[in-house]
């Protein structure tokens, strides 16, 4: 790709430096020089805030080092993160070290720049090399997940190719514009292993999504480990839909998520799907049952059946025992009682069982999230709701969250005709879900999370999410199949000023995204609305 290259409209609203106009972006050129390879630094995805293009690039070498200040275990971390993935692909040693060196890879905690908050960097590449500087382990982290979209897809391999491994010079100031950028995966419908969840938990980290919401029970399956309540997972994670052996996560498997996930900086969001979506835990505790009758467990995939006995004291000492026991073990701020779809609840049940779960939820010092159904009850103070709507939605609908999100609960946006990674992409998609429309890649990126509910405060929207649903995928193909390339578009919904938003320009930044994504092995769908480069 040619460091001339530029990108039209992209910039106009950004009030950017281009230091030195269209003819000397970078190092005089000459064709054979490295630097008329780099990628400008303007194609990352999500799109910067600010990106300030010009003056000499920078090219690894096998001298390279990636310094890190002494002191900084964090920095250290982030470093040996970065070494891995720069390693197989360029064959150099990358050591990380406190030492001095004149050039490198400087990675640096400390910054005094308060705008850059808790997720922001400055990104500057130069003749001696890259420099990010960051307040926050999480900014230094999404700074080095720029740096890799900076140099060639050829990097993102896992054995030894041909470089020059060439990053043009310029600066980038980037921070988000929501701190809430979400992916769920649905672990209930099909249970996925550790190392799945692992898997798509790194795909994540690229687009700088920080928030991993589980959805961890539903009709079909339960699927983490509850001490006070073992049947839950013996016996209401034995299956899943279409049958087969299900599976759950013990405590320890757990764990290792949340460890995993926190060392990509992204917060685990765990979701009990409360009253209805309940099978799974009726089938496995008759007494939980207003009849006292266990259901079979249910391998289908119809939804809205299920009911939680709202009368029965049960009920409460099941949803105490649940929540502690979860709460205990999840260091993030949220606990997701999921309050969707609830059909066989009657609505005054509804209301009086989300009002004693939200206070268990509080009582264990969570913040409550539900999906926007959570508004037809009372909101707990604080209080998220996930709209899942879609354009159609009837205005009542609409106007009862946007009421809610007036009297101060928030929103985190997940529109089911835009943001639902399980929407086939048009007629001929051989997976996924169509109830909500078929939903493109245009479609799922053209939309503003600011102004998407009318009559909600734009202070009230914390962000998006994108949800993949489960009762048509169950491998990490699939997955990414239905993710990418969307769940980059929602990551940059989530990031990007609002500014920068434009379709145009943005279908030739992913397209850029094809050859990297296939360097990772990540199995997307070549949309026709993108104008893929040749691979
Ligand atoms: C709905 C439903 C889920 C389905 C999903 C499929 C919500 C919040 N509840 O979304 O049970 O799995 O659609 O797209």
């Known amino acids: 790709m040619s460091q001339r290259r530029r990108i039209p409209g992209l910039f106009a609203p950004l009030l950017l430096v281009v230091a030195a106009g269209a003819t000397s972006l970078g190092t005089p050129a000459s064709a054979a020089e490295p630097a008329a390879r780099a990628r400008p630094l303007s194609q990352v995805v999500p799109a910067p805030a600010s990106v300030s293009e010009g003056g000499p690039s920078y090219a690894l070498t096998p001298r390279t080092r990636i310094r890190v200040d002494d002191d900084s275990r964090e920095a250290r971390r982030i470093g040996s993160y970065l070494a891995d993935v720069l390693r197989p692909s360029t064959g150099y040693d990358l050591p990380v070290t406190a030492r001095d060196a004149r050039d490198g890879i400087r990675l640096r905690l400390g910054s005094k720049d308060a705008s850059l908050g808790d997720e922001g960097y400055r990104l500057e590449s130069g003749r001696h090399g890259v420099t990010i500087t960051a307040r926050r382990a999480a900014g230094l982290f999404h700074g080095v997940q720029t740096l890799r979209q900076l140099l060639p897809a050829a990097v993102e391999e896992d054995t030894r190719q041909r470089g020059p491994w060439t990053v043009a010079g310029g600066t980038i100031k980037d921070m988000p514009r929501y701190g809430y950028r979400g992916a769920m995966l649905d672990v209930s419908r099909h249970f996925f292993s550790v190392d799945k969840v692992k898997t798509y938990i790194d795909q994540m980290a690229l687009y700088k999504i920080n928030k991993l919401h589980l959805h961890l029970s539903d009709d079909q399956g339960w699927r983490i480990a509850i001490d006070s309540w073992p049947r839950l997972t013996t016996y209401g994670g034995s299956t899943q839909v279409g049958g087969g052996p299900g599976g759950y996560y013990t405590k320890a498997d757990y764990r290792e998520i949340l460890r995993y996930a926190a060392s990509r900086h992204l917060e685990v969001v765990p979701e009990i799907d ?91 010092g969570k913040t409550v999230m539900g999906w926007h159904q959570l508004t037809g009850a009372e909101p707990a103070e604080g209080a998220v709701a996930q709209y899942w709507g879609l354009d159609k939605t009837s205005a009542t609908e609409k106007a009862q969250v946007a009421n809610a999100a007036r009297n101060g609960t928030k929103l985190v946006l997940s529109p089911a005709d835009r943001a639902y990674l399980d929407m086939k992409y048009d007629k001929s998609t051989p997976l996924g879900l169509a109830w909500a429309g078929y939903v493109e890649v245009r479609r799922s990126y053209d939309w503003n999370p600011g102004a998407y509910l009318p009559g909600a405060p734009a202070q009230s929207v914390l962000g998006v999410e994108a949800p993949m649903w489960s009762e048509t995928l169950w491998t990490n193909d699939q997955v990414e199949y239905m993710a990418f390339p969307r769940l980059p578009g929602i990551a940059e919904l989530g990031w990007s000023p609002a500014a920068t938003h434009d379709w145009d320009a943005y279908k030739v930044r992913l397209a850029a995204q094809g050859p990297r994504m296939s360097a990772l092995g990540i199995d997307y769908y070549r949309s026709p609305q993108v104008p893929w480069p040749a691979e």
């Not at 007494?287 to 467990?297: I, Q, W, Y």
């Not at 809205?304 to 025992?321: I, Q, R």
């Open 274 to 364: 409360l009253p209805g979506h309940t099978n799974a835990a009726l089938a496995s505790y008759a007494e939980l049952n207003c009849d006292g009758v266990a259901p079979p467990l249910y391998t289908g995939t119809n939804v809205g059946f299920s009911s939680l006995c709202v009368p029965k004291a049960v009920t409460y000492e099941f949803v105490d025992d649940v929540v502690r026991e979860i709460a205990a073990m999840t260091p993030g701020k949220y606990l997701h009682i999921g309050g969707d779809e609830a059909h066989s609840t009657p609505h005054k049940d509804y209301v009086a069982f989300m009002d004693k779960a939200q206070a268990v939820v509080g009582k264990y």
